[in-house]
């Protein structure tokens, strides 16, 4: 994975409805999950994060629950632990009926912008 990004303001919007595959990240049977054993590719989620968060200098990764299942919020607490940095995740929950999907994300990414320029600042 190569990410090329040249602002200083770099926002990951993550979205599912249902887990990343292996049975650490949910507590389905493991018949319904066609790759129990992980990433059929066999990528390494830590890595992955941590090239995300010190190579890519992301700013925020933000996950969005669509239908808050609790396999989502499984796969997160296993998100926040791999990267070792549980404030750089931020979740949101939505439903089909939500109306503050679109005011969370842009909640989310202008908190994010205010902050990096703050902290962009001569001096901090």
């Not at 989502?72 to 791999?82: D, G, P, S, V």
Request: glycine share 4%; proline share 5%; net charge neutral.
């Amino acid at each position: 994975m190569h990410m090329d990004w040249r602002s200083k303001v770099r926002i990951i919007i993550h979205m599912g409805d249902q887990p990343q595959h292996g049975t650490d990240f949910h507590d389905m049977p493991a018949n319904e999950d066609n790759f129990p054993n992980g990433d059929p590719e066999g990528r390494d989620l830590r890595a992955m994060l941590e090239y995300l968060r010190h190579d890519c200098k992301v700013n925020l990764y933000t996950f969005i629950h669509l239908y808050s299942t609790p396999s989502t919020l499984k796969m997160l607490r296993q998100f926040r632990q791999n990267c070792r940095a549980s404030r750089w995740i931020e979740e949101c929950h939505v439903d089909q009926y939500s109306s503050n999907f679109s005011s969370s994300i842009l909640d989310n990414v202008s908190s994010t912008i205010r902050n990096t320029i703050q902290q962009s600042r001569p001096g901090r």
